[in-house]
C-alpha cells in the first residue's frame, strides 16, 4: 500500500513529469475547433501542454478519443512543434496563417532533417479560435484542464531542480479553500486527476464508453478515504503538506539520467493503478 500511494503523490502531483525548455507560446493558447459551434475536433493550448478532442465514427458506431500531453516547445522556420508521442506521432506541428491555427502531425518513421511533410496541405488540418472552451469538456474534465493552466504545471517541468516548489503549487492547486489543509472535496479533485491519467487519458470510447469515464468517476471518494486512512497522521480528517510529504525521503530518492528526467515506466505504473482502483470498487462496501 505505501509504494502504491508514493506512486500516486508522484504521478498526481507531477503528472507526466514536463522538462520544458522553451514555453508555447502565449499566441497559441487557448480553444481551437474545426467548427466552434460544435465539439467533434477541439484542441484547448496553455503553456505547458495541449488537450485534443476528437469524434468520429467507423462501420459500427461513433467513437471518441481525448489526449493530454505535457510538451516544451521548439521552432523550425514560423512553426512550433510539440510532442506528439501520445497521438503516436513524433511531433505535432502548429503556426498561425491570418488567424488560423494550422496543424501538422509529423510520422514516427520520418527521417531526421526533413521537413519536406510540411509542404503536403494535405496533411494539414485547420481550427479557428473559439470564444469559449466547450461546456461539456469543462464539466467532465474540469480538474484536468484548470491543472493545465495552473502554476504547478509549470513549476513541476524541473523536477528535479524544483521538488519542493512543484509539491507546494500542486498543493496549492488543490487547495481550493485555502485553508492549508486538503479536505475530502480537494482530495476527490486529486483522485480524478489520478483516473484520467491512468485510465481515461488517449483511450478510445463509444457512447457507452462515455458513461463509463463518468461512472469511473465515483470510484474517487473510496481512494481518497485509502488516502486518508494512510497519510493523516493526526487523525483530523484532512491533510496537510507535511503529512503528504511525511515519506518524502523515499519519493526524493530517485534516479535521474542525463537530462534530469525520471525514470518511470508509465504503463506497467497505469497497470498497477487500474488493478488498484478495479479491487477498490469491489471492496468498496467494506470501507
Known amino acids: 500500500m505505501r509504494y502504491?500511494?508514493?506512486?500516486?503523490?508522484?504521478?498526481?502531483?507531477?503528472?507526466?513529469?514536463?522538462?520544458?525548455?522553451?514555453?508555447?507560446?502565449?499566441?497559441?493558447?487557448?480553444?481551437?475547433?474545426?467548427?466552434?459551434?460544435?465539439?467533434?475536433?477541439?484542441?484547448i493550448i496553455t503553456e505547458s501542454s495541449y488537450f485534443?478532442?476528437?469524434?468520429?465514427?467507423?462501420?459500427?458506431?461513433?467513437?471518441?478519443?481525448?489526449?493530454?500531453?505535457?510538451?516544451?516547445?521548439?521552432?523550425?522556420?514560423?512553426?512550433?512543434?510539440?510532442?506528439?508521442?501520445i497521438f503516436e506521432f513524433k511531433n505535432v506541428f502548429m503556426k498561425l496563417n491570418n488567424d488560423i491555427l494550422e496543424v501538422v502531425f509529423e510520422e514516427l518513421d520520418n527521417p531526421d532533417g526533413s521537413y519536406d511533410f510540411l509542404n503536403n496541405t494535405n496533411n494539414t488540418f485547420t481550427y479557428a479560435k473559439c470564444d469559449n472552451t466547450p461546456a461539456s469538456l469543462t464539466l467532465i474534465f474540469g480538474e484536468v484542464l484548470s491543472y493545465m493552466n495552473s502554476k504547478a504545471s509549470l513549476s513541476c517541468s524541473n523536477f528535479s531542480k524544483n521538488k519542493g516548489e512543484c509539491f507546494e503549487d500542486v498543493f496549492s492547486f488543490l487547495d481550493v479553500s485555502g485553508n492549508k489543509a486538503l479536505s475530502n472535496a480537494e482530495i476527490n479533485r486529486a483522485s480524478k486527476l489520478l483516473v484520467f491519467f491512468s485510465t481515461?487519458?488517449?483511450?478510445?470510447?463509444?457512447?457507452?464508453?462515455?458513461?463509463?469515464?463518468?461512472?469511473?468517476?465515483?470510484?474517487?471518494?473510496?481512494?481518497?478515504?485509502?488516502?486518508?486512512?494512510?497519510?493523516?497522521?493526526?487523525?483530523?480528517?484532512?491533510?496537510?503538506?507535511?503529512?503528504?510529504?511525511?515519506?518524502?525521503?523515499?519519493?526524493?530518492?530517485?534516479?535521474?539520467?542525463?537530462?534530469?528526467?525520471?525514470?518511470?515506466?508509465?504503463?506497467?505504473?497505469?497497470?498497477?493503478?487500474?488493478?488498484?482502483?478495479?479491487?477498490?470498487?469491489?471492496?468498496?462496501?467494506?470501507?
Not at 73 to 81: A, L
Not at 244 to 267: A, K, P, V
Open 200 to 287: 481515461i487519458n488517449g483511450q478510445e470510447f463509444n457512447e457507452a464508453g462515455m458513461f463509463g469515464i463518468i461512472s469511473s468517476y465515483a470510484i474517487t471518494p473510496l481512494i481518497t478515504k485509502v488516502i486518508l486512512t494512510n497519510f493523516d497522521f493526526d487523525n483530523s480528517s484532512d491533510l496537510t503538506l507535511e503529512e503528504i510529504l511525511q515519506d518524502r525521503e523515499s519519493l526524493f530518492d530517485l534516479d535521474f539520467n542525463e537530462n534530469d528526467q525520471i525514470e518511470l515506466d508509465n504503463q506497467k505504473i497505469n497497470e498497477q493503478i487500474r488493478d488498484f482502483i478495479n479491487k477498490l470498487q469491489g471492496l468498496g462496501s467494506f470501507l
Open 52 to 85: 485534443n478532442l476528437y469524434e468520429g465514427q467507423d462501420e459500427i458506431d461513433e467513437y471518441t478519443y481525448f489526449y493530454l500531453q505535457f510538451t516544451d516547445s521548439k521552432t523550425y522556420e514560423d512553426w512550433y512543434y510539440l510532442d506528439g508521442e
Open 4 to 43: 502504491f500511494l508514493s506512486i500516486f503523490v508522484v504521478i498526481v502531483f507531477c503528472p507526466f513529469l514536463l522538462f520544458a525548455e522553451d514555453l508555447i507560446p502565449k499566441k497559441l493558447h487557448g480553444t481551437w475547433s474545426n467548427d466552434c459551434s460544435k465539439e467533434e475536433d477541439v484542441f
